[in-house]
């Protein structure tokens, strides 16, 4: 079973900070091989990806990004990290993460909310 659960969300005031977290419960060593990632989702939108980063290390993020996101990984910790800066209103958004290994695990998502 992979159980992955996310933090780290909440109201932030945009242009400011937010770094999410999502920990990753396995019997075995799912970083070295799956490939991680952060999706995000409004009402009524499809998710659509925010970075992701691969057993390698190779990361790729949504175009909207623009360099104000970083994703990284701590594998002893089986945590994995979304930095956010430069926050703007259209990143209000439900934040999942996931881990894709043959199959796609999903949490159960992390609300962030942008106020002018």
């Known amino acids: 079973q992979v159980q992955l659960v996310e933090s780290g969300g909440g109201l932030v005031q945009t242009g400011g900070s937010l770094r999410l977290s999502c920990t990753v419960s396995t019997s075995y060593d799912i970083f070295a091989f799956a490939v991680m990632g952060w999706y995000r989702q409004t009402p009524g939108k499809q998710r659509e990806l925010v970075a992701a980063?691969?057993?390698?290390?190779?990361?790729r993020y949504g175009d909207f990004v623009r360099g104000r996101f970083t994703i990284s990984r701590d594998r002893s910790k089986k945590t994995m990290y979304l930095q956010m800066n430069s926050l703007e209103p259209d990143d209000t958004a439900v934040y999942y993460c996931?881990?894709?290994?043959?199959?796609?695990?999903w949490g159960q998502g992390t609300q962030v909310t942008l106020s002018s």
């Open positions: 996931t881990a894709r290994a043959g199959v796609n695990y």
């Open positions: 980063v691969t057993a390698g290390r190779e990361t």
